[in-house]
């Protein structure tokens, strides 16, 4: 790893946030922020009372560093790291997170429903075929249901059908879950899910009232 130049508390920033750049876009994440940060790389020179002032605060103290002093370790990356992601906190954006995790919940709450009441229809409807005197043309396993829609699926059809299928002739039906606790399961593991975390931000900020400086300052005194 390169050391951080200390020449300057402005050179030291721009460096630090241009090895950050670096990781995201090697990573591919915070894509949203790499604008940000160019024009931050770019325009250093009119950051250099407030780089002069975090470092003053810090020291010259890199997260990356072997440095014993946690504390100013970390102080550093989140100061500079909340300058560049302070746009998350733009009010349009956050009023968007917010009706969009409403609409997520809204439909978590009805894929639930949905699987709940198929579950029961498809009990209702093998009850009635098995007590009704009627027939199909043919019937549906969970295995069936594998393989007709892992055939859609190229590397399920080449390398894992035929090794289901082996299963499936070694143990008969009654090994098998049905087609209703299959889709049972999907009611009962999506109702135990908590409420949608965002990757960018707070539960804190998605719950409270529309303000983006009170939303920022929230955040901001979470991470640290």
């Not at 050179?11 to 990573?27: H, M, N, P, Q, T």
């Not at 325009?43 to 407030?50: F, H, K, M």
């Not at 399920?156 to 035929?162: A, I, R």
């Not at 090994?175 to 299959?182: G, S």
Request: charged share 30%; with cysteine.
């Amino acid at each position: 790893m390169t050391n951080l130049p200390q020449t300057s508390p402005t050179a030291f920033c721009k460096a630090f946030i241009e090895r950050e750049l670096e990781d995201y876009k090697d990573s591919e994440i915070w894509m949203s922020a790499w604008p940000v940060m160019r024009r931050i790389v770019n325009r250093c020179e009119e950051l250099s009372v407030a780089f002069d002032e975090i470092i003053k605060m810090y020291g010259y103290s890199d997260v990356k560093s072997s440095s014993a002093d946690q504390t100013s370790k970390v102080a550093v990356w989140l100061i500079l790291e909340h300058i560049w992601l302070g746009r998350s906190y733009d009010k349009d954006i956050i009023i968007q997170a917010r009706e969009n995790r409403k609409a997520l919940i809204k439909t978590n709450k009805k894929v639930v429903q949905l699987a709940e009441e198929l579950a029961e229809a498809l009990r209702e409807q093998d009850s009635m075929y098995e007590t009704y005197g009627f027939s199909k043309q043919s019937y549906q396993s969970s295995i069936n249901m594998l393989e007709q829609a892992g055939q859609k699926i190229f590397r399920y059809s080449s390398f894992v059908s035929d090794k289901v299928q082996r299963l499936y002739s070694q143990y008969d039906l009654k090994y098998w879950p049905e087609r209703a606790d299959l889709i049972e399961e999907i009611a009962t593991h999506e109702r135990n899910q908590s409420t949608p975390q965002h990757h960018e931000l707070t539960d804190e900020v998605l719950n409270g009232r529309e303000s983006i400086a009170k939303d920022f300052v929230i955040s901001f005194d979470g991470f640290f």
